[in-house]
């Protein structure tokens, strides 16, 4: 373990009885110094036990990490995600002005030329120049899964105020529940299915992009002619039938989870129009920026990063939770489950050794205010410490309901301030003794109503969810994770522990079937083979 770890844990270890509270009352700059901002963008981290001392070492230990040189590495080109072989440029994605250089090759007139073929696509399917057998498209479903779901499905749902293209829906699931619902309520003729799958070969992408070819061909001559793929395999959306003009490529530089910048944006992109998806671009392309340029200490990514290193790996708590308190967001949550677990959920480093310490929080959430009432009892009076990453806009985008907004809002800033603040058992007594309470009653009663306080969270405030600040957003958690892989040593560019469940969900198939048996299987999974064959 590092030097710089060691220091971290003996400041954790000689800091830990004071309180937040303590820290704002001993210095009234302690908000503004422990923020940090994009633009309208500001990130509040002090609301946390982080001091000036653990600052300069959460700092130092990045610079030790070599966090700035791994950084430029990525943006180069270079091929850091060296399990795989392959460089890292979902950056290059957002930013088509730029040359970057991989394997020799200067890869952006690709990325150019297939963003302007989406654009073109997805403009020609709003127009209704491309048309299905029944006329102009109503109806666009999108089936992929994991990355190839997560990012579109979210943003559909965060920039629904700009959505003015066809009905987006999104299937992902192989439990056929999920598409024979979404199929139901639309119509063949003037729906477009678009295939999602970088491999092309993922078992639930595949079954669901059969069924619904099926589902098309009911009622539709040329059932290919409706479907659209986004993959990195030519060779298997034309064996499925798509025709290479409706084919979107990307390069292998682009991880599943990192790829909605891209052609797995496509229904984004029809759903919201090429403008606003290019806006989300840019907002992207602003982080980046961001990232590369301002000092560690000033650095949105890195500071997140930094928080997340102090909470999980100085401080120990094992989980932490996006609270956004926009109904927009509400997939937000599972959305940075897949970038942030898949990509530091790991217990090898680069180099093949063990971490020195835990890696990969358990990160949940759900939207405000609904939290409140359902899981934020825990968060405040539980024995455990769930740091909360809270993020509001200062405008919604109903402004009829503009007290709405204002509830929303107070509700955020007040969670946060509970948080910090608690109640004291004095405090308790007050309100039980007001209330009529007295002798064992009163103390038995008051006991319930303390709240520890004392209890971390940031704050992500901008000023309304536009294209552009979703962009922001995203690229701001993107590039946190990939700080936080880098100082603990980690690739977070790969996934090797989904495969196992893959090769033993294809096995299981001619097992359940009886066409095979489960000879050699555990005790467990043999019972619960033959329960399903019983009742199947
Ligand atoms: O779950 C593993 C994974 O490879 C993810 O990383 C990826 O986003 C998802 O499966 C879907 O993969 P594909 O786009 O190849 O269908």
Redesign the pocket.
């Known amino acids: 373990m590092s030097e710089y770890w060691q220091k971290l844990k003996a400041h954790r270890a000689a800091t830990m009885d004071t309180r937040i509270k303590a820290l704002f009352d001993a210095d009234p700059g302690r908000a503004g110094t422990f923020s940090a901002s994009l633009g309208e963008m500001l990130f509040d981290y002090s609301k946390t036990s982080i001091d000036a001392e653990a600052m300069a070492l959460l700092i130092a230990l990045a610079q030790d990490r070599g966090v700035a040189e791994r950084r430029e590495a990525m943006f180069a080109g270079e091929k850091i995600n060296d399990t795989e072989g392959r460089a890292v440029l979902h950056t290059a994605l957002r930013n088509p002005d730029a040359s970057v250089i991989v394997d020799g090759e200067d890869v952006m007139p690709e990325v150019r030329a297939t963003l302007e073929r989406c654009c073109a696509f997805a403009e020609q399917v709003r127009s209704g120049a491309y048309q299905g057998q029944g006329g102009a498209i109503t109806d666009v479903v999108n089936i992929?899964?994991?990355?190839?779901?997560?990012g579109p499905a979210m943003a559909a749902i965060a920039l629904s105020p700009w959505a003015d293209g066809p009905r987006l829906h999104f299937v992902s699931n192989v439990d056929g529940a999920q598409i024979a619902e979404t199929l139901a309520g639309l119509d063949p003729e003037t729906t477009l299915v678009i295939v999602?799958?970088?491999?092309?070969?993922?078992i639930?992408?595949m079954t669901n992009a059969e069924t619904a070819k099926a589902w098309m061909a009911q009622k539709v001559a040329d059932p290919a002619a409706q479907f659209a793929a986004v993959?990195t395999s030519a060779e298997r959306t034309a064996a499925f039938g798509i025709d290479a003009s409706r084919v979107f490529g990307f390069a292998d530089w682009v991880?599943?989870?990192y790829?909605m910048w891209g052609p797995?944006g496509l229904s984004l992109m029809i759903g919201i129009g090429a403008e606003d998806f290019r806006a989300f671009l840019k907002g992207g392309a602003e982080m980046d920026a961001h990232f590369r340029a301002a000092p560690l200490a000033e650095n949105l990514p890195v500071l997140l990063a930094l928080v997340g290193i102090w909470h999980h790996q100085v401080c120990g708590y094992p989980s932490r939770a996006v609270l956004p308190y926009d109904q927009r967001l509400s997939r937000l949550p599972a959305y940075l489950q897949?970038l942030e677990m898949?990509s530091n959920g790991k217990s090898v480093r680069m180099d093949g050794t063990a971490p020195a310490t835990v890696t990969g929080p358990i990160v949940w959430g759900e939207p405000g205010t609904n939290g409140q009432h359902a899981f934020y009892q825990l968060i405040h009076q539980g024995t455990g410490v769930v740091p909360c990453e809270f993020m509001v806009a200062a405008k919604g985008h109903e402004p009829e309901l503009a007290h709405h907004h204002r509830l929303l809002i107070g509700n955020c800033l007040a969670q946060a301030e509970a948080l910090l603040l608690g109640r004291s058992m004095e405090s308790a007594r007050a309100l039980m003794e007001k209330a009529g309470f007295e002798g064992a009653e009163l103390e038995r009663q008051a006991a319930h109503r303390v709240f520890p306080g004392n209890r971390p969270s940031t704050m992500l405030a901008y000023p309304q969810l536009t294209p552009e600040m979703l962009g922001r957003i995203i690229a701001l958690y993107e590039h946190r994770v990939f700080v936080e892989g880098v100082i603990l040593g980690i690739n977070s560019f790969d996934?090797w522990g989904?495969e196992l469940g893959?090769e033993l969900a294809s096995a299981m198939g001619p097992i359940l079937e009886g066409k095979a048996d489960g000879a050699g299987k555990d005790g467990s999974t043999a019972q619960l083979v033959a329960f399903m064959r019983s009742h199947g």
């Open positions: 992929g899964i994991g990355g190839s779901d997560l999602s799958s970088k491999t092309f070969t993922t639930e992408t993959s991880g599943g989870r790829s797995i897949q898949e996934q989904v893959k």
